[in-house]
């Protein structure tokens, strides 16, 4: 479908419209957006990779909710934000946020840049991969197979299959599941109420925890 002149203003090249819906990306040109990244990059790099490790800033610039509010502007509006106001919103989030890679932040999961992670971060982000087929992903499903690979070696073990989890709440649900599957092989076909009533045994503390 045709589109008007203001639509097509600024739109990529070789876009596809169909009843005035783009099908092949968002509406936007390239070198805007690629300009947007390189500056946005540059934040990056002199507000949180060069500081990262410099004990004289601050850990956070804390300001209480309602005030930080009012200073990130965080209402999702009708219409889009200028190019200045946008880079403006990645600074305030950049100084407005907890910097965990500080010197003097202290966790107990987790603290400091590990600077070679971080460009892996960077490349996986720009390729926006979804690990799930090695024909949408081939490079990180052998990178997946790898560490699994190591971490089967670690356990002593001479085969074995495993998933990655985003964290200890989800891994914690799976290893349930996985008891759960062992002791009632039946229950993916036959479901929950094909088998007597499962009971937990944890301790106090646990159930104080949740």
Known sequence: ADSSPEETKGMKKNAVLVEGVILNGPIIDSGSGEKFVEEVFR????????????????????KEPEQL???????????????????????????????????????????GMDHYSLAARFI????????YTYEVSPVFILTEEAVLLKMIEFLGWKEGDGIFSPGGSVSNMYAVNLARYKYCPDIKEFGLSSVPRLVMFTSEEVCKSS
């Open 69 to 111: 509010k009012k200073l990130l502007d965080v209402k999702i509006k009708d219409i889009g934000e200028p190019h200045q106001k946008l880079l403006q919103l990645c600074q305030n989030a950049i100084k407005y946020s907890v910097k965990t890679s500080h010197p003097r932040f202290f966790n107990q999961l987790y603290g």
């Open 124 to 131: 996986t982000e720009a390729l926006n991969p979804s690990v």
């Open 43 to 62: 934040i990056l790099m002199n507000d949180v990779v060069y500081k990262a490790t410099d004990v004289t800033e601050k850990v956070c610039e804390w």
